[in-house]
Each structure stands twice: as structure tokens, then as C-alpha cells.
């Protein structure tokens, strides 16, 4: 199957992880949560338990409800680990009371000064889009009511409202700066540290996979999902004499015939097969889910393939090319290294007998 450049980034990011980062991030995300729902218990409790008999009704209530929800949004989070939805939950239910906060005036019309942290907290925990989505639904509903028609909302001076929008948005426009560029600079040691992975597990020659990638990489990957891999079938290919190709050719020939080869049986596999050069002219197949059966056709194929397209030299000349294949089953993970052991004695059984073959034990 031909697999283009875009496939083989898709590809190695199956593989390729930065753990590290990513569960810095989440811990900053988590800890925002915890801390953001912490003070709102806190301060909603207190607001209520100091101010229940001076505070308008409809005040009372929507503070009693959103330290419900608050409080079920955190009992969520730590039966279901969902901390994007919960953070939602909690966003939305601030930006609830701060309407309705500013629709009443709270105590001695102060509303405006409590809701001016909104910014901040919805950015931290939500990031740039849905910080500035919900940053945005909280303004225009706030500056609705500061200047819109009298619908019974509290009753702010001119000086008054004119300093929170100033300072609102200048809040706004510090939180997004801080949380964008934060967010970049996450995102640029993400992709330095994933590119440096990725560049010390691939064959620089042919830009396979190389033999750290498998007992890095891959058999790691095979641990924690063996269900994706197991049972599976593993190839040994060898170049036939190739020495001689590089003896009478020179060395650029013979890595333009790693790279020829390569080419060919990367254009050849699934897109879930595991193609690495394991060493010198050796390379190593794993197919998943795929039988000995299976493999051993795989095998034919690829070896029928080398064998009907040479490489083509600069001089216009064809440079014939054979391989020999070994192939075995692995039935766990465990079992991994002694299933390439046998691939490889097969693969040296079929180069005993002639070369250009496929071979099992």
C-alpha cells in the first residue's frame, strides 16, 4: 500500500508520545480547577451565610444553586475524570451568577469589582478559544446591562461603568496574552521533543524505523495494547550479497539499494504494519493480527517485488536485487525476541538453500 508523507507522520504519532508534557499540562489544568472550585465553595458559602437576609431573594438563590452546582461539578470530576466538561460546568455557572450578580448590584452595588477575575479563571482552566467565548458572552451580557434599556437591572454611574470596562479589558487582554503565549510555548517543546524523538528511532539512510524504535518504542507500545498487535507475525528480510554490491558498485550504491528497498516494501505493507531496518541489510517486518499463513504470502510478495524492480543507476543501468526472508509467529509479548530468534534462523535456512526465498521453521 503506498504510503505517502503525511501517512508516515500520522504513523509515527501512534507511536511517538511526550508524556511528560502532557501530564504537566494536565496537572496545571486539574489544579486550576480544584483551586478555581475550592474558592468558589468557599466564597459562595460565605457570601451566603454572611449576606442571606441582606441580599435580594433572586441573589440568594442563584448563590445557592451555583454552590450546587459547583460542589456536583467536583463530585463529577472525581467519579469520572471528565476535567474538560467539569471545567465547562464550573465556567458556566460562574458566568451565571456574575449576570445575575450585576442584574441585582449585590451589597451596596459592588457587584462589578467581584466579577472582574472572570477573565482569569475561565482562561486558565479552558484555554485561549473557550476563554475568549465565554470572556465574550460575560461582557456582552454585562454591557447589555449597564447600557441597555431599564429591565429592573441595578443602577450603576456613568464613572463607575466606564472604569470596570477599562479595567475588564484590560484583564481580558492580559489573561489571553499570558494564556496564548503559554500555549505556544507548550505547543513549540511538545514538537521539539516529539521531533527528537522521532529523529533518535529512525534510520537516517532510509527513514525507517530503526532497531531502538523496536525495543523502545514498539515492544512498549505492544505491552500497554496488546490487544492491537497480538497475534502477530514478524519477517526477517536480508539483502543477497550485498557485500558484493558494495564491493563493485561503492558504498552510494549500495545505500541508494537500503533506500530502493525500503521504498518498496513500505509501498507494499498496511498502513498498521511495522517496517524497520534492524541492521546493515537486514530489516525486520511485525504484522499485526496476521497469521503464519499470512505472512509467509506477505513475505512471497515482497520478495517477488524486490526481485522485479531493480535499481536504477545513474548511468542507466539496472541493478538486479534479491532477498531472503524468515518468518515466525508471536503469540505474546514476552515471546517477542525468541519469535525474531526463529525468523532469523529461517532467513539464514533460505539463504542454505539458494537465497531468494521465504523460509519457516
Not at 459592588?110 to 473557550?130: D, E, K, N, Q
Not at 496564548?180 to 532510509?206: C, E, G, M, P, V
Amino acid at each position: 500500500m503506498q504510503q505517502n508523507n503525511s501517512h508516515r507522520t500520522d504513523w509515527w504519532r501512534n507511536f511517538i508520545e511526550v508524556d511528560g508534557l502532557h501530564s504537566a499540562e494536565l496537572k496545571r489544568r486539574v489544579f486550576s480547577f480544584l483551586s478555581m472550585s475550592g474558592i468558589a465553595l468557599v466564597v459562595f458559602s460565605g457570601l451566603l451565610l454572611v449576606n442571606f437576609q441582606t441580599y435580594p431573594w433572586l441573589l440568594s438563590i442563584t448563590l445557592l444553586g451555583a454552590l450546587i452546582a459547583v460542589f456536583v461539578n467536583v463530585v463529577i470530576y472525581f467519579s469520572t475524570r471528565q476535567l474538560k466538561y467539569c471545567s465547562i460546568g464550573i465556567a458556566l455557572t460562574v458566568l451565571l451568577l456574575s449576570i445575575l450578580l450585576v442584574y441585582t448590584g449585590g451589597k451596596e452595588n459592588t457587584a462589578l469589582y467581584w466579577i472582574m477575575f472572570y477573565p482569569v479563571v475561565v482562561f486558565t482552566m479552558l484555554g485561549v478559544r473557550s476563554g475568549l467565548l465565554l470572556t465574550a458572552l460575560a461582557l456582552s451580557a454585562i454591557v447589555f446591562q449597564l447600557y441597555g434599556p431599564d429591565f429592573g437591572q441595578a443602577d450603576y454611574g456613568q464613572t463607575e461603568k466606564s472604569r470596570f470596562l477599562s479595567g475588564f479589558l484590560l484583564v481580558v487582554f492580559f489573561a489571553f496574552i499570558s494564556e496564548y503565549f503559554r500555549d505556544k510555548s507548550h505547543q513549540a517543546i511538545t514538537s521539539i521533543t516529539y521531533n527528537q524523538k522521532q529523529k533518535a528511532n529512525t534510520d537516517a539512510l532510509t527513514g525507517l524505523p530503526n532497531r531502538r524504535f523496536i525495543d523502545a518504542i514498539f515492544l512498549t507500545k505492544m505491552e500497554n495494547a496488546t490487544s492491537e498487535f497480538l497475534p502477530m507475525a514478524v519477517i526477517m528480510c536480508d539483502i543477497d550479497r550485498f557485500k558484493s554490491v558494495n564491493d563493485n558498485y561503492g558504498h552510494d550504491i549500495g545505500d541508494k539499494s537500503l533506500m530502493h528497498i525500503a521504498k518498496l516494501m513500505q509501498n507494499q505493507l498496511r498502513y498498521s504494519d511495522v517496517v524497520a531496518r534492524y541492521g546493515g541489510e537486514e530489516f525486520i517486518i511485525c504484522l499485526p493480527h496476521a497469521s503464519m499463513r499470512q505472512a509467509v504470502q506477505i513475505a512471497e510478495k515482497l520478495r517477488k517485488n524486490i526481485e522485479d524492480h531493480p535499481v536504477n543507476l545513474d548511468d542507466g543501468e539496472n541493478l538486479a536485487l534479491t532477498a531472503s526472508f524468515g518468518v515466525a509467529e508471536v503469540h505474546s509479548v514476552v515471546a517477542f525476541y525468541n519469535a525474531v530468534k526463529q525468523a532469523d534462523e529461517a532467513l539464514y535456512s533460505a539463504k542454505r538453500n539458494g537465497r531468494n526465498r521465504v523460509a519457516t521453521l
